[in-house]
């Protein structure tokens, strides 16, 4: 079965940095896509960023773009989310995902596998 860990979130304040890490376990890594998505309260969860099994592609949120950057490790089986210049709206549980057929996910209804999710808050 595969298991997804994330780890890396925290309290941090506006214009800060985190890097998120997520460490998978249990199956192929290496011809997963991955992705991150991010939840609020009493908001859907939604699509942060995403990369296909080469990391040759990847997608972005428009509310992220040029501030988050998604990366993976496939020796280590992890991908990693760098997100710079934090603002409040940031604040979500942050949530690792995998694609058994290795494409940059678009959507949570593309999602095999979620980890149980990483709490990030941005103070203002």
């Known amino acids: 079965q595969v298991q997804l860990v994330e780890s890396g979130g925290g309290l941090v304040q506006a214009g800060g940095s985190l890097r998120l890490s997520c460490a998978a376990s249990?199956?192929?890594?290496?011809?997963?896509?991955m992705g991150w998505f991010r939840q609020a309260p009493g908001q859907e969860r939604e699509l942060v960023s995403s990369i296909n099994w080469t990391a040759g592609s990847t997608r972005y949120a428009d509310s992220v773009k040029g501030r988050f950057t998604i990366s993976r490790d496939n020796g280590k089986s992890t991908v990693y989310l760098q997100i710079n210049s934090l603002k409040p709206e940031d604040t979500a549980v942050y949530y690792c995902?995998?694609?058994?057929?290795?494409?940059?996910?678009?959507?949570?209804?593309?999602?095999?596998?979620w980890g149980p999710g990483t709490q990030v808050t941005v103070s203002s």
């Open positions: 249990g199956g192929p890594f290496s011809s997963y896509g």
């Open positions: 995902a995998a694609d058994r057929l290795g494409r940059a996910l678009r959507d949570r209804w593309q999602v095999d596998y």
